[in-house]
């Protein structure tokens, strides 16, 4: 009964402070960092690579992060790659359903040797431009894209765009 009386404690406890800890601005911590402003950049794969590639995240993060953040977050880049796999997502409540695509991408040179390196997103508005492209990518076909870094890869996520 005790022990009982003490969860219930420790979860009230616990959910009071975190709807009560302090909430900080995004531009105190580098690691949060989000540009506003998109533009076309003209750093290739292997320029982004030896910026915040893989090894350079396992050999220091924050730095890593931080060049991600100043450099290419939220900037667009024209690439090249080889289609790999396509994840479709349904959403939306039956008639009113989007289909958005996540189509994972093997770039070369490749950070890993059985993994796609990069997860390229393409929302329904673009699928429905050309989706007979999106249909018939056949594994291991190569395609350009024009695409907005997104999100940082590490070793246990692909890089998103």
Same mark, same amino acid.
């Given at each position: 009964?005790?022990?009982?009386?003490?969860?219930?404690?420790?979860?009230?406890?616990?959910?009071?402070?975190?709807?009560?800890?302090? +909430?900080? @601005?995004?531009?105190?911590?580098? !690691? $949060?960092?989000?540009?506003? =402003?998109?533009?076309? +950049?003209? @750093?290739?794969?292997?320029?982004? !690579? $030896?910026?915040?590639?893989? =090894?350079?995240?396992?050999?220091?993060?924050?730095?890593?992060?931080?060049?991600f953040?100043?450099?290419?977050e939220?900037?667009?880049?024209?690439?090249?790659?080889?289609?790999?796999?396509?994840?479709?997502?349904q959403?939306?409540i039956?008639?009113?359903?989007?289909?958005?695509l996540?189509?994972?991408?093997?770039?070369?040179?490749?950070e890993?040797?059985?993994?796609?390196?990069?997860?390229?997103?393409?929302?329904s508005?673009?699928?429905?431009?050309?989706?007979?492209?999106?249909?018939?990518?056949?594994k291991?076909?190569?395609?350009?894209?024009?695409?907005?870094?997104?999100?940082?890869?590490?070793?246990?996520?692909?890089?998103?765009?």
């Amino acid at each position: 009964m005790y022990a009982l009386i003490v969860a219930v404690l420790f979860t009230a406890l616990s959910c009071f402070y975190a709807y009560q800890r302090p +909430i900080f @601005a995004m531009h105190e911590s580098p !690691l $949060q960092h989000h540009n506003l =402003e998109s533009k076309r +950049i003209s @750093a290739t794969w292997n320029d982004y !690579l $030896q910026d915040c590639g893989g =090894e350079k995240v396992i050999d220091n993060s924050v730095h890593t992060k931080i060049v991600f953040n100043e450099k290419y977050e939220n900037n667009v880049v024209n690439w090249s790659g080889y289609f790999a796999e396509v994840k479709v997502r349904q959403t939306g409540i039956f008639w009113s359903s989007v289909k958005e695509l996540n189509i994972l991408v093997k770039m070369d040179p490749s950070e890993s040797t059985i993994f796609p390196d990069l997860v390229l997103t393409v929302p329904s508005s673009l699928y429905k431009l050309q989706p007979d492209f999106y249909d018939n990518l056949k594994k291991g076909v190569g395609f350009n894209f024009e695409a907005v870094l997104m999100n940082m890869g590490n070793e246990f996520k692909m890089h998103h765009v």
